[in-house]
Nanobody
């Protein structure tokens, strides 16, 4: 079971980044996927999720309209396009595979987690 997240970095406020997460086919078949983030001293929080079909997406209120989640089933890759970044978006971002075909907001909905990728937004 392997999830590989990439694409993090340092960006100025108002800028954009695109995160990618590649999962092995065995773990992602018929499963939704999601992104979470964790800032220093804070709990891990839900960012966005996408269903197995790609037809259902869910966003946290504080990223709605700025972030877009998508997935390419052919190669089990998930993306998070992040626009209009704010300093409060600074965190380690984690990708995860859900236990269900429609991925929800809860941490316990997810069975597999990747290593994080650092996103830092400067003011």
């Amino acid at each position: 079971v392997q999830l590989q997240a990439s694409g993090g970095g340092l960006v100025q406020a108002g800028g954009s980044l695109r995160l990618s997460c590649t999962a092995s086919r065995r773990t992602s078949s018929n499963n939704g996927m999601g992104w979470f983030r964790q800032a220093p001293g804070k709990e891990r929080e839900f960012v966005a999720s996408v269903s197995w079909s790609g037809g259902t997406t869910i966003y946290a209120d504080n990223v709605q309209g700025r972030f877009t989640i998508s997935r390419a089933k052919a190669d089990s890759t998930m993306y998070l396009q992040m626009n209009s970044l704010k300093p409060e978006d600074t965190a380690v971002y984690y990708c995860a595979v859900s236990r269900f075909s429609v991925a929800g907001r809860g941490l316990t909905d997810y069975a597999y987690w990747g290593q994080g990728t650092q996103v830092t937004v400067s003011s």
